[in-house]
C-alpha cells in the first residue's frame, strides 16, 4: 500500500474449547517430474522483516514441537537442509545460535549433532571457526564432562584415531 504499512494475511486453524484445535498446512502441489515448492520469506527492504516459526506455549504440558527436514529418497540422495546467517558489510556477519531448553524442575536438553550412517562410510561432523582467527571452544558446565573419543572398531577393522593439533604459524 501506499501508507505506512502493508496490510497483512493471517492464516489460522479454528479454536476448540473441548478438543484439538485446527491445523493449518501449506503444500505444494505434486508433478510428474518434481513437485512444487514452498518458499516463506520476508522482502528485501532497508531494513527486512524477521522470519519467526516456532510453536505456541503450554500451560499444563509439553509445548509443540517444531520439525525442519527434508524427504528421504527412494532412487537418490536425501535431499539437504540448510540454515545459513547472512553476511555483514558494514558490520558483524549475523550469529547462529544453536540451543537445547533449560528446565527449572529437571533436566535441561540434550543437544545433539551427528553425521548419518552408511553403509560405505559415516557422515563427518565438522565444526571450525572462521578466518582470521576465530576460536572454537568445547566446555562442559559446572560439574559436567567434555569426552572426545573415536567409536569401538568395526568387524573389519581398527577404531579411528584422535588427533589434537594446533595450525601452523
Given at each position: 500500500g501506499s501508507g505506512a504499512a502493508g496490510g497483512n494475511i493471517l492464516l489460522r486453524g479454528g479454536s476448540s474449547e473441548n478438543g484439538a484445535g485446527?491445523?493449518?498446512?501449506?503444500?505444494?502441489?505434486?508433478?510428474?517430474?518434481?513437485?512444487?515448492?514452498?518458499?516463506?520469506g520476508s522482502a528485501d527492504s532497508s531494513a527486512s522483516g524477521s522470519v519467526s516459526v516456532q510453536s505456541g506455549a503450554s500451560s499444563a504440558g509439553p509445548s509443540g514441537a517444531v520439525s525442519v527436514g527434508s524427504g528421504a529418497s527412494a532412487a537418490g540422495a536425501g535431499g539437504d537442509v540448510s540454515m545459513c546467517v547472512g553476511a555483514g558489510t558494514g558490520g558483524t556477519g549475523g550469529a547462529l545460535s544453536i540451543a537445547s531448553g533449560s528446565s527449572s524442575a529437571g533436566?535441561?536438553?540434550?543437544?545433539s549433532l551427528s553425521g548419518g550412517s552408511g553403509s560405505a562410510g559415516g557422515g563427518s561432523v565438522s565444526v571450525s571457526a572462521g578466518d582470521a582467527g576465530g576460536s572454537v571452544s568445547v566446555s562442559s558446565g559446572a560439574g559436567g564432562s567434555v569426552w572426545v573419543g573415536s567409536s569401538d572398531g568395526a568387524a573389519a577393522g581398527g577404531s579411528g584415531a584422535v588427533s589434537l593439533a594446533s595450525g601452523a604459524s
Open positions: 485446527g491445523s493449518v498446512s501449506v503444500i505444494s502441489g505434486a508433478g510428474g517430474t518434481t513437485s512444487g515448492e514452498v518458499s516463506v533436566v535441561g536438553g540434550a543437544l
